[in-house]
């Protein structure tokens, strides 16, 4: 094996913690994001878990720019609800990275963690190749889902789908929640290319849920290609809203009364076409009760922590605030109506949006910022802070920016999250509401730093 192949330090033994293995795989590969599959394949395969995928589980895959943290973690709930045991991947995480692996929705160990780790740096050394954190991680998930003999695989993409690593297990039903413009590094720079890309997830002949109305024509020729069947948003299934309790799905065969889950809509829907469009034995009774207990932190995710309101949310590109927005401006109301009817015998002044902010610097700050500032909403102040991680921008670059949309509001820096969550708390009163949104890393961040998870 030569040196370019053999890892900057040992490997860590069965005895190392969850943290050294982590920071071990972070170093042992040249790139933090590698695309292609060509290096992981022979390390799977030596694994087994692309074999045991094919002939023991049912899988679904899900592609999209946005939604598949909710649209994953549906489908999981309605699978589990009716009997089968599932297993769920999802990254990045929030809080620990056990979060990305579940079965029945409880996290994996640390130990079951580092025992698929193990085999898997054994693979890979016997393999004589290098792989990213992202391969050694998922592939190590796939392993624990194979052995755990696990019914049903519900894995969400992590970026783009041809060639991520994900897209070594062919699925039995591929899921494209939303196409919109990120990672343009590695994408493509327009809705065509990016279609592409997440339209590589696609298999011969089998179903596909396309979560909007517009479709670019180069996933319309992949389903072409592969002779899928496609159930589309808008034309084949839809969804309304009854009220604050209740919505109704409808597709050409059935329609149903829900109970309203505390996710998207949209996403919830896609997740229920997918599982009505499998061969999963999966009844209304289960999906009624997994619509009930189904929840995702940090996605439109709303709390009462240390005596103010908190509504924290992922959203890190333009489509996904503008997502953000649809749900918020509707939330800004309901939440005035209870504060002004709560607070309508007291002089305290009216409810005001505290924004708890920060991005990552190869994302599209610019348009987020704009999508953000020209929203009908009361935002007083920006609380900014550089986020705790290789790829983020700095809170100079967050001021500049801010500074060029951000009109009447104050703008706070700070040294750290940790130090703009607790300014925000002691600037803010009860009556308002703290919006965190920007990245995954600042909901982790801002979530750590309240001690909650």
Same mark, same amino acid.
């Given at each position: #094996? $030569?040196?370019?192949?053999?890892?900057?330090?040992?490997?860590?033994?069965?005895?190392?913690?969850?943290?050294?293995?982590?920071?071990? #795989?972070?170093?042992?590969?040249?790139?933090?994001?590698? #695309?292609?599959?060509?290096?992981?394949?022979?390390?799977?395969?030596?694994?087994?878990?692309?074999?045991?995928?094919?002939?023991?589980?049912?899988?679904?895959?899900?592609?999209?720019?946005?939604? !598949?943290? $909710?649209?994953?973690?549906?489908?999981?709930?309605?699978?589990?609800?009716?009997?089968?045991?599932?297993?769920?991947? @999802?990254?990045?995480?929030?809080?620990?990275?056990?979060? *990305?692996?579940?079965?029945?929705?409880?996290?994996?160990?640390?130990?079951?963690? /580092?025992?698929?780790?193990?085999?898997? %740096?054994?693979?890979?050394?016997? =393999?004589?190749?290098?792989?990213?954190?992202?391969?050694?991680?998922?592939?190590?998930?796939?392993?624990?889902?194979?052995?755990?003999?696990?019914?049903?695989?519900?894995?969400?993409?992590?970026?783009?789908? *041809?060639?991520?690593?994900?897209?070594?297990?062919?699925?039995?039903?591929?899921? /494209?929640?939303?196409?919109?413009?990120?990672?343009?590094?590695?994408?493509?720079?327009?809705?065509?290319?990016?279609?592409?890309?997440?339209?590589?997830?696609?298999?011969?002949?089998?179903?596909?849920?396309?979560?909007?109305?517009?479709?670019?024509?180069?996933?319309?020729?992949?389903?072409?290609?592969? +002779?899928?069947? =496609?159930?589309?948003?808008?034309?084949?299934?839809?969804? *309304?809203?009854?009220?604050?309790?209740?919505?109704?799905?409808?597709?050409?065969?059935?329609?149903?009364?829900?109970?309203?889950?505390?996710?998207?809509?949209?996403?919830?829907?896609?997740?229920?076409?997918?599982?009505?469009?499998?061969?999963?034995?999966?009844?209304?009774?289960?999906? %009624?009760?997994?619509?009930?207990?189904? !929840?995702?932190?940090?996605?439109?995710?709303?709390?009462?922590?240390?005596?103010?309101?908190?509504?924290?949310?992922?959203?890190?590109?333009?489509?996904?605030?503008?997502?953000?927005?649809?749900?918020?401006?509707?939330?800004?109301?309901?939440?005035?109506?209870?504060?002004?009817?709560?607070?309508?015998?007291?002089?305290?002044?009216?409810?005001?949006? +505290?924004?708890?902010?920060? #991005?990552?610097?190869?994302?599209?700050?610019?348009?987020?910022?704009? =999508?953000?500032?020209?929203?009908?909403?009361?935002?007083?102040?920006?609380?900014?802070?550089?986020?705790?991680?290789? *790829?983020?921008?700095?809170?100079?670059?967050?001021?500049?920016?801010?500074?060029?949309?951000?009109?009447?509001? @104050?703008?706070?820096?700070?040294?750290?999250?940790?130090?703009?969550?607790?300014?925000?708390?002691?600037?803010?009163?009860?009556?308002?509401?703290?919006?965190? =949104?920007?990245?995954?890393?600042?909901?982790?961040?801002?979530?750590?730093?309240? %001690?909650?998870?």
């Amino acid at each position: #094996m $030569s040196d370019s192949l053999t890892s900057r330090t040992h490997s860590p033994n069965n005895e190392a913690s969850l943290t050294e293995w982590l920071d071990y #795989m972070q170093q042992i590969h040249v790139s933090a994001i590698d #695309m292609g599959l060509s290096r992981v394949l022979p390390v799977a395969e030596s694994l087994g878990v692309v074999q045991s995928a094919k002939d023991d589980a049912y899988v679904f895959t899900v592609a999209g720019t946005n939604g !598949k943290g $909710s649209t994953t973690a549906a489908i999981a709930q309605m699978c589990q609800a009716a009997g089968y045991k599932t297993a769920l991947y @999802q990254s990045p995480h929030l809080s620990v990275f056990n979060e *990305r692996v579940r079965i029945n929705g409880e996290m994996v160990s640390d130990q079951t963690l /580092i025992d698929a780790f193990s085999k898997v %740096e054994l693979a890979r050394l016997e =393999c004589a190749l290098t792989l990213s954190f992202f391969e050694m991680t998922t592939l190590a998930a796939l392993l624990i889902f194979a052995e755990a003999d696990c019914d049903v695989w519900v894995l969400e993409v992590g970026l783009g789908g *041809r060639l991520d690593v994900v897209n070594i297990i062919d699925p039995d039903m591929a899921v /494209i929640t939303n196409i919109g413009i990120d990672h343009v590094d590695w994408l493509g720079d327009n809705v065509e290319d990016i279609g592409r890309e997440k339209a590589g997830i696609l298999r011969e002949g089998i179903p596909l849920i396309y979560g909007t109305t517009a479709m670019p024509d180069s996933v319309q020729q992949a389903i072409n290609k592969h +002779k899928a069947t =496609c159930y589309q948003f808008g034309q084949d299934f839809s969804y *309304r809203e009854i009220d604050a309790k209740t919505w109704q799905y409808s597709n050409a065969a059935v329609t149903m009364q829900l109970p309203r889950p505390a996710l998207s809509l949209t996403n919830t829907a896609n997740a229920l076409s997918a599982v009505l469009a499998s061969s999963l034995n999966v009844d209304t009774h289960a999906i %009624e009760q997994a619509l009930q207990t189904v !929840k995702l932190a940090g996605r439109f995710d709303y709390r009462e922590v240390q005596g103010r309101h908190w509504l924290l949310d992922v959203a890190h590109n333009e489509q996904g605030v503008e997502f953000l927005l649809a749900q918020l401006l509707p939330f800004w109301q309901q939440h005035l109506v209870k504060q002004n009817k709560h607070n309508r015998h007291a002089h305290i002044a009216p409810p005001k949006i +505290k924004m708890l902010f920060s #991005m990552l610097g190869d994302k599209d700050i610019n348009k987020v910022v704009q =999508c953000l500032t020209e929203a009908d909403l009361p935002i007083s102040d920006w609380f900014i802070a550089e986020i705790d991680y290789p *790829r983020a921008a700095s809170t100079e670059r967050l001021q500049s920016i801010l500074a060029e949309y951000v009109d009447g509001a @104050q703008i706070h820096e700070f040294e750290g999250l940790q130090a703009a969550t607790q300014a925000v708390i002691n600037a803010s009163q009860p009556q308002d509401l703290i919006v965190v =949104c920007g990245s995954f890393h600042t909901i982790g961040e801002a979530l750590a730093a309240l %001690e909650v998870a």
